[in-house]
C-alpha cells in the first residue's frame, strides 16, 4: 500500500491546532508528537531502500537514525555533535 507519509506530518499539526481548544491538550500534543515522528522516520526509511539498503535484518528505527547519523545521508558537519546531544536529550526527556 502506498501512503504519503507527509499526510502523517500534516495531521500533526492539525492536532496542534485541536489541542488549543480542548480539554484533551496534553492527548493531542501527545498523539502529535508520534504522528511526526513516524512521519519523518518513514520519509527516512523509504530513502534508504531507495539507496538499496534491506532494513528488515535490522532493528528498523535504530537502523535509520545510524544511517543519518553515520554516513553521507546526513552531513551536518560541524553540527553533528549539537543535533546527536538534542537528540539525546529529547530521548531521554519524552513526553
Keep these: 500500500m502506498d ?4 499526510q502523517y506530518i500534516d495531521l500533526a499539526e492539525q492536532l496542534i491546532e485541536y ?5 484533551l491538550k496534553s492527548a493531542y500534543y501527545r498523539s502529535s508528537v ?7 522516520f518513514c520519509i ?9 539498503f534491506d ?3 535490522h532493528d528498523s528505527h535504530n537502523f535509520v537514525i545510524g544511517k543519518f ?4 545521508f546526513f552531513q551536518v558537519g560541524n ?7 538534542a537528540w539525546r536529550t529529547n530521548i531521554n526527556g519524552r513526553i
Design 79 to 85: 553540527h553533528k555533535r549539537e543535533i546527536n546531544s
Design 44 to 52: 527516512a526509511r523509504d530513502k534508504i531502500k531507495e539507496e538499496g
Design 34 to 40: 508520534s504522528r511526526s515522528y513516524y512521519g519523518v
Design 55 to 57: 532494513i528488515r535484518q
Design 69 to 72: 547519523f553515520n554516513n553521507i
Design 19 to 23: 489541542a488549543n481548544n480542548s480539554v
Design 3 to 6: 501512503f504519503e507519509w507527509t
